[in-house]
């Protein structure tokens, strides 16, 4: 099955500007997802199709792909962004199946 | 609005089934995949698999021999069996809508656009 990497622990300073990178074959045929999950909740999906937001998902949040890297930027972090962030694609080896990345704990300062 | 609503023994002991369902309240429920989606303690998601309405299943390849995802349509339910559980399987399990209709490939497009509260299960003697 395919892989997703993403850096486990990323910080930002309150306000400023972070990226958490996702990275893997899959990508390169198939769309990025981003999803927040804070500790004890569900996940909540916050970017699909590689860049478009579900309604009620703060517009700090924006998605890009090129090649076999999705990004996704939170411009002006707040503290409620800190959380684990995970992307998913479906499965290059089978596009009926789904990955997930590691995750990234993202860490506001 | 879609709201998943799922239940299950959450204390399981070694070789014993797991078994969870998940109701769906609203939306079509007939339009999309239902899915399951795990994660063990302080660890990342794994995508155990999923079923339409008329019960067509894809299962993650890691899991297939033990899982078994079943569709009760009278009901808008559907469910989670894995057999022979050890430590390994201890986690939070959610249920998950695929958005996009699941009779047009969309590439992943849609992603997990709804989920369960999580049900906790631990396996241990």
């Known amino acids: 099955s395919s892989e997703l990497t993403q850096d486990p622990a990323v910080s930002v300073a309150l306000g400023q500007t972070v990226r958490i990178t996702c990275q893997g074959d899959?990508?390169?045929?198939?769309?990025a997802n981003w999803y927040q999950q804070k500790p004890g909740q569900a996940p909540v999906l916050v970017i699909y199709g590689k860049k478009n937001r579900p309604s009620g998902i703060p517009d700090r949040f924006s998605g890009s792909s090129s090649g076999n890297t999705a990004s996704l930027t939170i411009t002006g972090a707040q503290a409620e962004d800190e959380a684990d962030y995970y992307c998913s694609s479906r499965d290059s080896s089978d596009n009926h199946h789904w990955v997930f990345g590691g995750g990234t704990k993202l860490t506001v300062l | 609005q879609v709201h998943l609503q799922q239940w299950g023994a959450g204390l399981l002991k070694p070789s014993e089934t797991l078994s969870l369902t998940c109701a769906v309240y609203?939306?079509?429920?007939?339009?999309?995949?239902w899915t399951w989606i795990r994660q063990p303690p302080g660890k990342g998601l794994e995508w155990i698999g999923k079923?339409?309405?008329?019960?067509?299943?894809n299962y993650n390849p890691s899991l297939k021999s033990r899982v078994t995802i079943s569709v009760d349509t009278s009901r808008n339910q559907f469910s989670l069996k894995l057999t022979s559980v050890t430590a390994a399987d201890t986690a939070v399990y959610y249920c998950?809508?695929?958005?996009?209709?699941?009779?047009?490939?969309?590439?992943?497009?849609?992603?997990?656009?709804?989920w369960g509260q999580g049900t906790l299960v631990t396996v241990s003697s």
């Open positions: 998950a809508r695929e958005g996009g209709p699941y009779y047009y490939d969309s590439g992943g497009y849609y992603g997990f656009d709804y």
């Open positions: 609203g939306g079509a429920f007939s339009d999309y995949y």
């Open positions: 899959s990508l390169r045929n198939y769309y």
């Open positions: 079923v339409n309405h008329s019960g067509s299943t």
